[in-house]
């Protein structure tokens, strides 16, 4: 298909046997992560959550703010992001998206990748760094 690919949250409906979540504005998302197979997302901070809990995201950049996260998630392989959504194909979707459907072993990479990259000890790095920065040691 050559025209870019939108949809709203109805859009996955035709695959009837499919358990598809549309969550926006949570701020609770990890029992949702920690059941899931994969997410789509956009490539904002959620993507390091997922990451932490392992799981395998394809996303969108939605924003200039976007770039570096969107990249990483390609660099380091803990998910695919297509890049910004207006400019995303939707035969590229959805070879993707069967991509990650179907193929256990990219997802079970891709979340190893995840823990690796994202090991939830940031909050003490930075703390550490507070610290030394500010000679706070006591």
């Not at 050559?2 to 949809?7: D, E, G, I, R, V």
């Not at 809990?53 to 703010?65: K, R």
Request: hydrophobic content about 35%.
């Amino acid at each position: 298909n050559s025209k870019p690919f939108h949809t709203n949250n109805t859009g996955f409906n035709q695959f009837k046997k499919l358990k598809v979540n549309y969550i926006t504005n949570s701020y609770d998302l990890s029992k949702v992560m920690s059941q899931t197979d994969f997410a789509i997302t956009a490539a904002g901070s959620t993507v390091f959550e997922l990451a932490h809990m392992g799981v395998p995201q394809i996303a969108f950049m939605i924003d200039e703010n976007q770039e570096i996260t969107g990249s990483k998630i390609n660099e380091h392989g803990f998910g695919t992001c297509l890049g910004y959504l207006e400019d995303v194909f939707k035969d590229d979707f959805v070879n993707v998206f069967f991509e990650f459907l179907e193929n256990t072993s990219l997802k079970t990479e891709m979340s190893s990748k995840g823990k690796k990259f994202v090991d939830g000890k940031g909050v003490d790095r930075i703390v550490e760094q507070i610290v030394q920065y500010y000679d706070l040691a006591a």
